[in-house]
């Protein structure tokens, strides 16, 4: 068990100064004055007591779009990425995944990405995915999205389905209606969310089909969450016209000089662009999309090489929005615990309260930097380094 003495509560809306008790996998309590719980401090299960007052306490972050099992692949089968480990995930202060395949569902498959969740939970973390790839006729486990949804714990929705992208199969607008009433079902006769991963590609198209679906079918907007939403401009715009309707909008935070060069909009600038335009906050998620691959380009513009999306550009988009756009923490922590938590009906996950599953990451409080990591109430990242390691992991 773990009691973090003084420290400031950010859950993620702003708390103020509480003492914090983790055990079992759970948050236990968190009060003003905790005391030292001297009668729990036995030889067999020794409490640690932390000194919270240098830190912050916010939720572990819920990452609801990344590729763990790899993904890219899109410049030939040596630029297909690499699994990623468990510290690349814990050390970004991320507890909780969503993963998803992407472009290639050939070499990249639904059994192999269900082998990694449930690795991922395993090793400590919390883990979900979502059925399919970029194409229809969608590829389930077991042949139909609703199953998967009813009869596979970890299967959260579908996607990412391709929209508006050289790289989709084009689907017809009935095809992607069909996904969406499946995986609508098997959602509500499972209790997860169905939700319809949606992955935003350049093209004209943007959110037509989307519009035309809730707007001649009873598909609710907010079964969707079209994601890459600022990609470009003219997609933004559209995207703050769906929110404005109620509809889920997520951003992505792995990007690239020449990606903003070229005029897409990080998350933080996304987020108070958003807020101006009077977006609802609890609309709005980022994910990382981490694992997937990103070019680098030389001072003459010609490709350089490929790197991996990493889970840290989350917070580092939270601190930009702090740092650079002037939006309070607590705001700008929403779109990467409470929100994608509560869109994703994770009960247990998102927010720091009692009763609230372990997951709580400790910030520097200057740097906004994280510290401490806690999954599950099991102590992960500790001065900034992991404490727990994938077994594959270089020592
Ligand atoms: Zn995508």
């Known amino acids: 068990m773990y009691l973090i003495k003084n420290t400031t509560v950010y859950s993620p809306e702003f708390v103020g100064k509480k003492d914090i008790l983790l055990g079992g996998t759970k948050i236990l309590a968190i009060a003003n004055d905790l005391g030292t719980f001297s009668s729990l401090n036995s030889t067999e299960h020794p409490l640690q007591i932390i000194d919270g007052s240098k830190f912050l306490a916010i939720p572990g972050l819920v990452d609801n779009h990344l590729h763990p099992t790899g993904g890219g692949g899109e410049g030939g089968y040596t630029t297909r990425t690499p699994e990623m480990h468990l510290s690349e995930i814990t050390t970004a202060g991320v507890t909780t995944v969503i993963g998803t395949l992407g472009t290639d569902g050939t070499s990249r498959t639904m059994t192999n990405l269900i082998a990694k969740i449930k690795a991922l939970k395993e090793e400590g973390i919390s883990a979900w995915c979502y059925s399919g790839n970029y194409h229809l006729p969608i590829r389930t486990l077991t042949g139909n999205i ?72 009873e598909i609710p907007r907010t079964q969707f969450s079209p994601t890459h939403m600022s990609r470009n401009p003219d997609l933004f715009k559209a995207g703050i016209q769906w929110a404005k309707q109620g509809g889920y909008v997520d951003f992505t935070s792995c990007t690239v000089k020449q990606f903003l060069d070229e005029g897409e909009l990080r998350c933080s600038t996304s987020l108070k662009i958003l807020l101006d335009e009077g977006v609802s906050l609890d609309r709005i998620t980022f994910s990382s999309d981490a694992g997937g691959s990103l070019p680098t380009f030389d001072s003459k513009g010609e490709l350089s090489g490929m790197v991996v999306g990493t889970c840290h550009s989350m917070l580092h988009e939270v601190r930009l929005s702090v740092q650079k756009q002037g939006i309070d923490l607590a705001t700008a922590l929403a779109p990467v615990t409470a929100n994608p938590a509560d869109r994703l009906k994770l009960k247990s996950k998102g927010h720091l309260a009692t009763g609230f599953d372990g997951d709580l990451v400790l910030l520097n409080r200057d740097t906004l930097e994280v510290d401490t990591v806690f999954a599950m109430s099991k102590l992960m990242v500790q001065s900034g380094k992991p404490v727990v390691k994938g077994l594959f992991e270089k020592a």
């Not at 596979?152 to 996904?179: C, F, K, M, N, Y």
């Open 146 to 217: 609703t199953d998967d949804l009813i009869l596979i714990e970890e299967v959260i929705g579908a996607g990412e389905i391709a929209l508006s992208d050289h790289r989709s199969s084009q689907p017809t607008r009935d095809e992607v209606a069909r996904l969406a009433a499946q995986t609508r079902v098997g959602g509500m006769l499972s209790g997860k969310a169905g939700t319809i991963n949606i992955h935003m590609g350049d093209g004209p198209a943007m959110l037509a089909m989307l519009e035309d679906i809730v707007a001649t079918t």
